[in-house]
């Protein structure tokens, strides 16, 4: 037998401190990238730790007991956290998703999500303050976390079938623990709840049909997501992706459905309602395989030790970790920070095929676990 060895770059040290403008020029809320997107949602990453060894993020024989993860000490703050979040408020970002790894098992993560909860939005308007979580700890922090202030929470879960379930998370993890947290969340009120299920052929893709009864005529909306080429350690094969087109298709043969415009502008899934009247959910589909929405991408990604990284393919992050404790002020982080974004020019999904889509030389993306999905 062939043992399987994965090379994996450090990718938390790859990094260098943006570049400070010599003119500071002041947020206006409306920053726009090189192909005009504007910045409008953070995606912040707690920890880099997950009690879950998933083989599309945090395959066992990479991430096993030896693995080395991130010391307490390089974590940015809650207080960092909030201070760079306030900038990116004020350079236009609307909602802030809580992720990880796992994000609640940062300890004390309530306190984060009421620090910023107070945090003003644009135009007075409350920051769309999220978390996604595997759901594993969710059934006794859902109540707390909806006191803190925490708007929705969005669950991975791969399989409503425990043996499916247990193999997905190889961390014989059962499937009723998860559930026991959705039904938790929803009477603390923390939704309209997304559920994501991470769809590989030949996996769990007969657990489409099963998901889709399960959540059908709750007030949860179940994406679909097409198994992606993030990071270096999960072994993508293209022949491992089932298309968006054909869930939409096995689910359509038992469900009629009809479709829905995007939620909001950037949205990344396709969704649709139940036709039947009366009947409550809806599904959707994220395809950043066969269907690329880099054009309308708004996202950006601080990883747990504050590495901004501004796609979810990225190889190399901007270290703002490196501004805020060498004694950079507000007004220079906001404008750091502005020219990198202006600077954008990603589109990875866009480019998959091409030669120069590939990372550097040397050089291998991001994982998801770092940065969140």
Known sequence: MTEKVIAVADHRYRASAPLIP?????????????????????????TDRCNFRCSYCMPRDVFDRDYTFLPH????????????ASLFVAHGVRKIRL?????????DLERLVAM???????????????LTTNGSILERKAAA???AGLGRVTVSLDAVDDAIFRRMNDADFPVADVLR?????????????????????????????????HFRGRDVALRFIEYMDVGATNGWRMDEVLPSA???????????????????????????????AGVAGEIGTISSVTKAFCSDCNRARLSTEGKL??????????????????????????AAIGLVWQQRGDRYSELRSAVHAAAPAGERRVEMHYIGG
């Not at 992720?99 to 300890?107: K, Q």
């Not at 043969?253 to 950037?266: D, Q, T």
């Not at 501004?323 to 982080?333: F, H, N, Q, T």
């Open 22 to 46: 010599a003119r500071l020029i002041a947020p206006t809320g409306e920053l726009l990238d090189s192909l005009h997107r504007p910045l409008r949602d953070l995606r912040i990453s707690v």
């Open 145 to 147: 976390l909806k006191a």
């Open 246 to 276: 054909e869930v939409v298709e096995r689910i359509a043969k038992e469900f009629a459905l009809a479709p829905l415009p995007p939620s909001a502008p950037g949205e990344t899934a396709e969704r649709w309602r139940y036709a039947e």
């Open 73 to 84: 000490s390089s974590l940015l703050t809650f207080e960092e956290i909030v201070r760079v």
């Open 181 to 213: 947290g959705i039904d938790a969340a929803e009477r603390a009120g923390l939704g309209p709840i997304k559920v994501n299920m991470v769809v590989k052929r030949g996996t769990n893709d007969e657990q489409i049909l099963p998901m889709a009864r």
């Open 309 to 334: 990284f501004l796609c979810l393919f990225a190889s190399r992050g901007h270290d703002l970790r490196a501004l805020v404790r060498g004694g950079a002020s507000d007004a220079e982080i906001a």
């Open 99 to 107: 992720t990880g790894g796992e994000p609640l098992l940062r300890r």
């Open 116 to 130: 910023l909860a107070a945090l003003p939005g644009a135009d007075g308007e409350r920051l769309d303050l999220t």
